[in-house]
């Protein structure tokens, strides 16, 4: 049985940074690309960074230059470095596979960013 679990998140000034996690249990973790996925109130949830098996990254537009993801196959985890944060990237962040699978979605961590 897979388990995600995120953790992080908080509340943040606009331009300032946080570092999320996201450890897995129960699966052969470093052979799958993950991802890191967000929910703002009202809107869609959405993926914002992937990286493969072999570490090769990707990112939404909205986040392309601010935001990098990084993984520790020794550990099982999946990072998200989150820098000059703004309003909008508030949100409750998730990992999951990609693509991603039902069954993996934990409780996510939110992420504010208010002055």
């Known amino acids: 049985q897979v388990q995600l679990v995120e953790s992080g998140g908080g509340l943040v000034q606009p331009g300032g940074s946080l570092r999320l996690s996201c450890a897995a249990s129960?699966?052969?973790?470093?052979?799958?690309?993950m991802g890191w996925y967000r929910q703002a109130p009202g809107k869609q949830r959405e993926v914002v960074a992937t990286?493969?098996?072999?570490?090769?990254?990707n990112y939404s537009d909205s986040v392309k230059g601010r935001f990098t993801i990084s993984r520790d196959n020794a550990k099982d985890t999946v990072y998200l470095q989150m820098n000059s944060l703004k309003p909008e990237d508030t949100a409750v962040y998730y990992c999951?596979?990609?693509?991603?699978?039902?069954?993996?979605w934990g409780q996510g961590t939110q992420v504010t960013v208010s002055s």
């Open positions: 999951n596979r990609i693509p991603w699978v039902i069954d993996y």
């Open positions: 129960g699966s052969i973790f470093r052979l799958y690309a």
């Open positions: 990286i493969t098996s072999g570490g090769t990254t």
